[in-house]
């Protein structure tokens, strides 16, 4: 195959001029939409160990992912002008509300969940009537715990097992973030499934070759990371034997995301080149040594071994951040050379598949 | 989808308006840059030599509306170091320039010259304007694309999303700049300023359709004086972008100016996009299911 012709070899589309920023984002903002989505099930199983380290999860999404995107733009005081308007034509325009959405569920349903509060505890009478502690958080109670109510049951809910009266009141704030929260855990679950996802369709929709010609793949791929990244970032905060289903999580998404690069270098077929080679290369090299050594040590030990947990869901991590890496290198090798533009606009119309932007002959009159 | 973006503007819409950059008659004179530039008050952009021809203002970009293209091309020269014209290549080559005022290879290196104007092309299909998420690209009553500066926030969106890789962010001031097709002289009934300071009607102002219609006379003119390669790129609605307001005659294939031989609005495939977001965040909930509800409850 000939090299295709070019303008002094000069690219045809411009790179983005997005910073590191925006694949860091790409990052967490997985991680923070899936972690919702784990802690709210999680807790919905009982299991308010395993929920409140993947609230954590989704609380840094929440507050990075907008200091990140901010910080890329040109005009960072403008970061409001967002929402002026809502267009499904722009995935930026969608996800910017996508996000608007789950920062505002995540935080009050990730705080609730983080902050102490003495109904959490069975409502016990923490101090006796007119002691200057807030009896809402004693410093002595670790807040994880969950003892029995007084039928003797395992509490299952975050919603008070007992009446007010029992204990001092809640300070107003805590109370109505309480409240909220009880419609925030699942709308973050949800509004997390297309944080989680919608960044694929925001480098698709763009003339970035690898990345419109992967506008199928790329949505998948980032979800397969964003489930791997929730899973170990909660495998590495959680006890062993809190911690199952974020070890199946993690696994899960490792094993799709390992399966899913070679499909989408597959499907691009030639326009898969930029992501063996450079620093996307390099990048893809990396993510999948260590989401496959990860997720390896993650299967074989972080059952029992705590040490092996922290270290198979850091790699997982690390994996998942380095993917993200990868498609956004590979994005620029392939918008800054010519023949990645040229090359398959070329051949599909010499395989008769457009008309293209030229015509030779003069046109018709009943165009 | 254009044309309903125009009609909103009721009674106050204009006819289409657009470029013709005749690239036969350009003579690589840079006046339409330097015009672009004093007009708008587009700052400077740094010039160096990049040994690409006579180019060395590079490409279209936050400082650069308007963009002159230089391209040698050179016969295969015979032994003696002189270009083999045939007897009857050199008669076509001769009737060419009689006919239509093209000039192409020259006599002895054999040398041509290619020089086209380069500018925003102002798509009926606008991608830049699709993807800008603040709604800073908008559609004129003349179906021009402009960014209003006092709304656009340095997103960046547009700049990939350019087929043509037009717009650039302006360095120092955060924000996204292109062509505005002098929008300000459109509302005073003025034409352009690349227009007005072409000295050799290479780029044409005009209602589109006219330019459209006039450019048809110019290709059959070309085509049939034996001008090879003559082309029309943009110039009808049956392209990936809908046809554009500035389309141009060219003489080589685009990508030989840096323009794509296919270019397309990625938009237009926007519902794929979101489909596949939609599978994926359903495979995601799947996941997060059966990770938490299947097995040990742990």
Known sequence: ?367 | MSALEVRTYGAEAKPRVGFFTDTSLCIGCKACEVACKEWNRVPESPIGFTGNSYDNSIDLGANRWRHVAFVEQRKELDADGVAANGLVEAASLESLASDTGLQTYQDGDGLRWLMASDVCKHCTHAACLEVCPTGALFRTEFDTVVVQQDVCNGCGYCIPACPFGVLDQREGDGRAWKCTLCYDRLKDDKEPACAQACPTDSIQFGELEELRARADRRLEQLASAGAEGAQLYLADGSDGVGGAGAFFLLLDDPEVYGLPPDPVDTTRDVGESWAAVGAAAAGLAAALLGSVLVGRRR
């Open chain 1, 1 to 367: 195959m000939n090299e295709p012709r070019s303008y002094h070899g000069q690219p045809v589309v411009k790179e983005p001029i997005w910073k590191p920023e925006i694949p860091w984002y790409l990052f967490l903002g997985g991680l923070g939409g899936a972690s919702a989505g784990l802690a709210w099930l999680s807790q919905l199983r009982g299991n308010d160990v395993l929920a409140k380290r993947a609230w954590t999860g989704a609380l840094i999404g929440t507050g990075l992912s907008p200091a990140l995107l901010i910080s890329d733009l040109g005009r960072p005081g403008r970061f409001l002008y967002m929402l002026r308007m809502f267009k499904v034509t722009s995935p930026m325009s969608v996800g910017s509300w996508v996000l608007f959405a789950f920062g505002g569920a995540s935080s009050a349903a990730g705080l609730d969940a983080l902050l102490p509060s003495v109904e959490r505890r069975g409502g016990r009478v923490l101090s006796p009537p007119g002691a200057r502690t807030p009896a809402w958080r004693p410093a002595h109670v670790r807040p994880h715990r969950h003892p029995p109510d007084r039928r003797g049951r395992r509490t299952r809910s975050l919603l008070p097992a007992r009446s007010l009266s029992r204990s001092r009141p809640l300070p107003r704030g805590r109370r109505l973030l309480r409240l909220a929260a009880r419609p925030a855990r699942p709308a973050a679950a949800l509004a997390g499934l297309p944080l989680a996802t919608y960044t694929g369709a925001l480098l698709a929709q763009t003339a970035v070759p690898v990345w419109h010609e992967a506008r199928r793949e790329l949505p998948a791929l980032f979800a397969a990371g964003a489930a791997a990244s929730a899973g170990a970032f909660a495998t590495v905060l959680t006890p062993v034997e809190h911690a199952a289903a974020a070890r199946r999580l993690a696994l899960l998404g490792s094993v799709a995301e390992l399966a899913l690069v070679p499909v989408m270098e597959h499907r691009l077929g030639e326009l898969g080149e930029p992501y063996h080679t450079a620093e996307a290369g390099a990048y893809g090299r990396l993510a999948r040594g260590l989401t496959i050594s990860g997720a390896l040590l993650l299967a074989a030990r972080a059952g029992r071994s705590r040490a092996a947990a922290v270290a198979g869901g850091a790699m997982v991590l690390a994996g998942a951040a380095c993917e993200r890496w990868s498609v956004f290198k590979a994005g620029f090798q392939s918008a800054r050379d010519p023949k990645y533009t040229v090359g398959p606009q070329r051949r599909r119309v010499a395989g008769g598949l457009t008309r293209g932007g030229s015509r030779r002959v003069v046109a018709v009159e009943a165009d």
